[in-house]
């Protein structure tokens, strides 16, 4: 069964310091990924994509995503770590038989000290 | 609109009644879909609309479920004689024609009492 693992549940850590999220996606094939972030009371806001090409991708508020093919993982990064980013972050898989329903993982809470 | 915007923000019901939660995409969306979000079981999908059809109702969890769209716009989903596993936020999102990117509304908190 195609799954998305988020193996932290919760990750703390302190202001300015660098931060890796992991995700790792089981498929046949490549499908679409995508890294979304929700605030307390708040929706789920996209941080990147990756479709195809270039296997490292930017996002907004200083992001950025790889994707290895060999390790089926599409970790989150982010080298300097602000107090407004603690919010919990979704990984998710897009396999394209209905475009755009997303299969996601069970997240991971990020809290951020000062 | 701006965003997606669902109402209510939140609603507490009684268990056995019925609840409708409404979900107006953002202008010019074709796609959108109904997501839940619970403590057990994460987020879930439901249903994704193209236009006012619905070609993938596989996320609907009971027969107490449906959801329709009106007019290429306006979802409806409507949970008949609640339960108290209903109890969730009820997420909505919208996107472009042929594109992946998906546009999320903030949600209706739903709580079965």
């Known amino acids: 069964a195609q799954s998305v693992t988020q193996p932290d549940i919760h990750i703390t850590v302190s202001e300015g310091a660098s931060l890796e999220l992991r995700c790792n996606y089981s498929?046949?094939?490549?499908?679409?990924l995508f890294w979304y972030v929700q605030s307390p009371g708040q929706g789920l806001q996209l941080l990147l994509k990756?479709?195809?090409?270039?296997?490292l991708v930017q996002g907004i508020k200083g992001f950025e995503a790889e994707f290895k093919r060999s390790q089926s993982s599409f970790n989150l990064r982010k080298p300097s770590v602000h107090w407004s980013d603690a919010a919990e972050y979704f990984c998710a898989v897009e396999r394209g038989a209905t475009l755009g329903r997303l299969y996601f993982g069970r997240g991971t809470q990020l809290t951020v000290w000062p | 609109g701006a965003g997606v915007s669902q109402s209510p923000s939140n609603k507490v019901t009684e268990k056995g009644k019925d609840v409708e939660l409404r979900c107006d995409p953002i202008s010019g969306h074709t796609a959108l879909y109904w997501y839940r979000q619970s403590l057990g079981q994460g987020l879930e999908f439901l249903i994704y609309f193209q236009g006012n059809s619905a070609p993938d109702k596989s996320g609907l969890p009971s027969d107490r479920f449906s959801a329709e769209r009106t007019g290429g716009s306006v979802s409806t989903l409507t949970i008949q004689r609640t339960q108290q596993e209903d109890s969730a936020v009820y997420l909505c999102a919208s996107s472009p024609a042929g594109d992946t990117e998906a546009f999320f509304g903030q949600g209706t908190r739903l709580t079965v009492v």
């Open positions: 498929y046949g094939a490549t499908p679409y």
């Open positions: 990756y479709f195809s090409g270039d296997t």
